[in-house]
């Protein structure tokens, strides 16, 4: 029992059983984490993100009973959000998915590389999805003005230092929103350490909110076997988004 592993979990809003398309090569159960530092317009998973006290707290034992049933249907367990590494006593929560024995990936917008750098340290982490979210100078405009391009900067540069000392623990994925040409994707791409070449993923505009019943059946994607989840990014897929009212558990076909 971790003392602080608990509050860690609190932070959990929504899980997703089963993923196929969330980590490339892997059967994957994705676990959400309330709350993110940056305010992309283009955010697929805005209530996980701002509003995370709106989608109902899983119980931590749950939770762990559910994933241990399932563990040898699983290649690992993906982390994301919001922006996971603001959840606070996060060690502790990947301390308990360690003794799951699965790997785990961590996906980060990467502006918080002291957190990214103690994960890594600790050996929690098996890979670290970061999303860099355009050159630099765009930081402010992709981010709702969640960041100033010097502070991504210094802090993506930080994460490319950590990524070419442990090249197999990184890799850099890209959304192409509409705000990015062709020459902003081959800016990215200078950026990264060598030897990484950059995921792009597609974008997909969110729906609107007030339409989530069609949005959801819209969003599903063939092998993504849970009801109405869709995550082409490192941010969609919020059960609790889909399922308010029901149990989040039940809701995800637990
Ligand atoms: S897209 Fe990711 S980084 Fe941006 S606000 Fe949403 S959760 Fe945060």
New binding site residues.
Partial sequence: MHSFGHHAWSHVRGIERLSLCDWPGHAAAVLFTGG?????P?????E???APGRLPALDRGEVLGLLSRRAKWLDGITVT???PTLVPGLMDLLTDLADLGLPVKLDT?GMRPGVVRSLLAAGLVRTFAV?V?GPYAKYPAL??D?VDAATARTNLEAIFRMAAQAPGAFYFRTTRVPMLQDEDMDTIRGLLPAGFTLVEQKYVAPQRRTDAQTDSQARQLPGDLVPGTYRP???QGAQGQRHQGSHPLQAAGA
């Fill in positions: 993110c530092n940056l305010r992309c283009t955010c697929h998973n805005a996980m993100a701002w959000g919001g922006e917008n999303d979210k981010t709702g969640g990014g490192h941010i």
